[in-house]
Nanobody, 122 residues
Framework: QVQLVESGGGLVQAGGSLRLSCVAS????????MGWYRQAPGKERELVAT???????NYADSVKDRFTISRDNGRNTVYLQMNSLKPEDTAVYFC????????????????WGQGTQVTVSS
């Protein structure tokens, strides 16, 4: 199996910063895409940022220039540095990874973490 475990969420005042981490473990041969999504109460889950194993990144317009996604491929870990936080950033943040579990079976599957709560007070 594959597990994704997020950490780093919490309560912060508007304008503050938080850094989220997500570690993937288990039966992993390779990971290509890793990313962060968020879901606010009463809203659908939305993309925040994604990154490939190289330098390609993608951000939601609402977080560009404030959030930075990065990755440590050797540790199967993805980070999300969140600066200039706003109350509208309040949500549960989920980690997502596209994983190939076996070198003999060329199948890729998406996995999700359990989520970490980020609350930004005004």
């Amino acid at each position: 199996q594959v597990q994704l475990v997020e950490s780093g969420g919490g309560l912060v005042q508007a304008g503050g910063s938080l850094r989220l981490s997500c570690v993937a473990s288990g039966s992993i041969f390779n990971i290509n895409l890793m990313g962060w999504y968020r879901q606010a109460p009463g809203k659908e889950r939305e993309l925040v940022a994604t990154t490939t194993g190289g330098d390609m990144t993608n951000y939601a317009d609402s977080v560009k220039d404030r959030f930075t996604i990065s990755r440590d491929n050797g540790r199967n870990t993805v980070y999300l540095q969140m600066n200039s936080l706003k109350p509208e950033d309040t949500a549960v943040y989920f980690c997502n990874a596209n994983v190939r579990r076996s070198q003999y079976v060329p199948t890729w599957s998406f996995y999700w973490g359990q989520g970490t709560q980020v609350t930004v007070s005004s």
